[in-house]
């Protein structure tokens, strides 16, 4: 797929509609009709006069004009040969709706040839698909989407981005109050991809946020586009990126033909360049109301109340372990709460507020005001409904209707909160929107929502990071694995620290070596992949002897020896490797070392270029960190000359890009403060430089 960006505007926008198929461009005009576009929609048919009361055409050729936008709804061999006379024609746009092609590879064996000839007959006209459903577009009333949906016209909202037609089916069904302008399916991404779509949409002065389905990144050129107009307009995007498991990314390829990058790699790209990241669709939705309405939070500051310690205690254990705060109240609060609701309630955050004052909107007003002047970034009350068919709403009512006065009386943002998301209904969702409230379904999915935009806010007050470093690489090129003396050296040269160390040919060399260098000392066999497993590492030996009877016990496995001086006993092993993500391009890893990197999982990726701050974050939120922090009295490691050990790393592998396959510093001995770090191992892996 070209990274080239297309122009969009006229297919998303668009004032005249074409459509080419059966059924399908049937249902793309009744959903027009139904929806009141205002523009000329254009049947083409073989044999048809009319369809739904709108005359056809018999061609490309026969058209009024050049359309703005096209539904392609044949099957893949005619839909290349309309592609082509729609791009001839001037055409703006074409949804391809045919499947068959790339992402089914593995049963059509023509597959890939289709979809390159399909890109081919596009030429510069922009394509969308195939093996998608087009977009629905809620602004303007324009669907190019050939089946039911449940969405209604709107002035403003988020737009929402997949590559599954069938998802984008189920979020159009959405019963939780979130407007939706745009809804767009991308399939195999052929030529314009989600990011693409999302760089389009974006730019829509009617679209406040973005949220994107990903099953494979498409372009990442494009996603830093849109991370960076995101930055500028002040529109957040945010993602739910599948492919954790084996078994959703052997999905994603069938269904896709995407390539889904490492998961902890995507995890730190998207937060490099400040796009948050869901795990669930509802937690998508739910974030993106939030969004909506008051976009990124100034902090992660927020508050809680309830009438129910059960539900405070829900809200304060759903907390545990994330960034949001439940900070304490200021001492201007107290007397306000504790004159509102009496003697009986413990005044803190969360708060249960207990059910005096429940059914009285002027002292429930009173009471949330109070607490929405402690400055938080979200306030959220906790409200189940009772089922509608069946009982009486009437003061649950009066609970929205206080807190849409404290938050109109103070300023602060709010949010209603049902702990089960069936319990917020439709029509209470709805009228919380329009009154700037957010209708939250689901506890976790509101912290999740408030986490994301506050970090947004962080990462957006932050210089922008630089562009991601993604060299590209020649498939055909075969790696060399250096020794550990040239690895070593090649480190060296860029800051890093490593032991003196000498090569020997023969035992006796190495016995020399040892002695000049000055005892202890190591010996490790040259030419031993996995040493300890071969008995190829031997450590403090200290005699000439020591050396001479190590050397003679690997002699069988040996090409060589290297002699190094022993390292002092160091605070904690760290790990820094390097490898070549087929999405991302050359990342870093931190994390614990030595016998630990198989024992705990305990590490960190940095995307690059990196910087000392990026370093320092990631290393302080690693499990060792404690260590190096002087764990238990024990002294605190050398964290300056850590950063200084990574950055150097990180300047080696930035600096040969294109050549980098593997980096393994396996460990890097961090001394005790003051005395720095020595990278005790390494293997580089690269590839073969070119004559």
């Not at 001839?88 to 074409?94: Q, T, V």
């Not at 739910?240 to 269904?255: C, D, I, M, P, R």
């Not at 000359?641 to 990574?646: N, S, T, W």
Request: contains cysteine; glycine residues 8%; aromatic residues 4%.
């Amino acid at each position: 797929m070209t990274t080239s960006p297309r122009p969009l505007d006229r297919l998303i926008r668009p004032k005249s509609i074409t459509v080419f198929g059966g059924k399908e461009a049937r249902r793309v005009i009744e959903q027009c009709n139904k929806m009141g576009f205002a523009g000329e929609i254009w049947p083409v048919h073989p044999k048809l006069d009319d369809v739904l009361g709108r005359k056809c055409y018999r061609s490309v050729t026969d058209l009024p004009a050049a359309p703005d936008a096209a539904f392609v709804g044949v099957n893949r061999q005619l839909t290349i040969e309309i592609i082509r006379d729609l791009s001839a024609r001037g055409a703006g746009g074409a949804i391809c709706y045919a499947s068959g092609f790339r992402e089914a590879v593995n049963e059509l064996a023509d597959g890939n040839e289709l979809q390159s000839a399909l890109v081919e007959a596009a030429g510069d006209m922009a394509i969308v698909g195939p093996n998608c459903y087009g977009f629905i577009n809620m602004l303007d009333g324009a669907l190019l989407w050939p089946d039911q949906h449940g969405m209604l016209r709107v002035e403003n909202g988020v737009a929402v981005l997949t590559q599954s037609s069938n998802i984008a089916c189920n979020i159009s069904m959405q019963m939780r109050g979130l407007p939706l302008a745009y809804l767009m399916t991308a399939g195999n991404q052929a030529q314009t991809g989600l990011s693409d779509l999302a760089c389009a949409v974006i730019e829509d002065p009617r679209v406040t946020a973005v949220g994107l389905h990903i099953e494979g990144f498409d372009s990442i050129e494009a996603l830093q586009r849109l991370a960076k107009r995101a930055r500028e307009l002040g529109k957040p995007v945010v993602t739910l990126k599948v492919g954790k498991s084996e078994a959703a990314q052997l999905a994603t390829v069938s269904h896709t033909a995407s390539l889904a990058g490492n998961d902890a790699v995507s995890s730190a790209l998207l937060a490099r360049l400040g796009i948050g990241r869901v795990d669930t669709l509802p937690a998508l939705l739910e974030t993106l109301k939030l969004l909506h309405l008051h976009g990124t939070l100034k902090s992660f500051d927020i508050s809680s109340m309830s009438c129910s310690g059960g539900e405070a205690s829900l809200m304060a254990d759903a907390g545990v372990g994330r960034k949001v705060v439940y900070r304490a109240l200021k001492d201007e609060q107290r007397l306000p709460l504790r004159e509102s609701l009496g003697e009986m309630v413990t005044i803190s955050n969360p708060l249960d507020y207990h059910t005096f004052v429940w059914g009285n909107r002027e002292k429930q007003t009173t009471a949330f005001s109070a607490m929405m002047k402690g400055d938080y970034a979200m306030n959220l009350i906790v409200l189940d409904f009772p089922r509608q068919d069946r009982c009486d709403a009437a003061d649950w009512v009066t609970t929205c209707d206080a807190v849409i006065d404290a938050s109109r009386a103070t300023g602060a943002v709010a949010g209603v909160v049902a702990s089960l998301g069936e319990n917020m209904p439709e029509e209470t969702a709805l009228r919380l929107m329009a009154e700037k409230v957010v209708p939250f379904s689901g506890i976790d999915e509101a912290l999740t929502a408030c986490e994301i935009a506050a970090e947004i806010s962080r990462h957006w007050s932050q210089p922008a990071a630089e562009p991601l470093l993604a060299a590209s690489r020649a498939a055909d090129e075969d790696s060399v694995t250096l020794s550990e003396h040239e690895a070593k050296t090649e480190l060296a040269a860029f800051g890093l620290t490593i032991p003196q160390g000498v090569t020997a040919a023969t035992a006796e060399e190495a016995a020399d070596a040892a002695e000049k260098l000055g005892f202890p000392v190591v010996l490790k066999g040259q030419g031993v992949a996995h040493k300890t497993e071969a008995g190829a590492v031997k450590l403090n030996l200290a005699s000439r002897d020591a050396v001479l009877d190590a050397a003679k016990a690997m002699a069988g496995v040996a090409s060589g020896y290297l002699v190094e001086k022993m390292v002092a006993k160091p605070v904690a092993e760290l790990i820094v490797g390097a490898m070549r993500d087929p999405v991302a391009g050359p990342v870093l890893t931190v994390g614990a070392g030595g016998i630990l990197v198989e024992l705990i999982e305990d590490s960190a990726i940095l995307t690059l270029p990196t910087n000392d701050k990026a370093i320092r974050e990631t290393l302080s939120g690693l499990k060792t960190a404690k260590l190096l922090g002087g764990y238990r009295g024990q002294p605190k490691g050398d964290i300056d000359a850590l950063v200084r050990a990574v950055a150097s790393v990180a300047s080696y592998v930035v600096s040969n890009a294109s050549m980098i396959e593997e980096v393994d510093i396996n460990p890097i001995m961090v001394l005790p403060e003051g005395s720095g770090t020595v990278a005790a191992d390494a293997l580089i892996r690269r590839r073969k430089t070119r004559a």
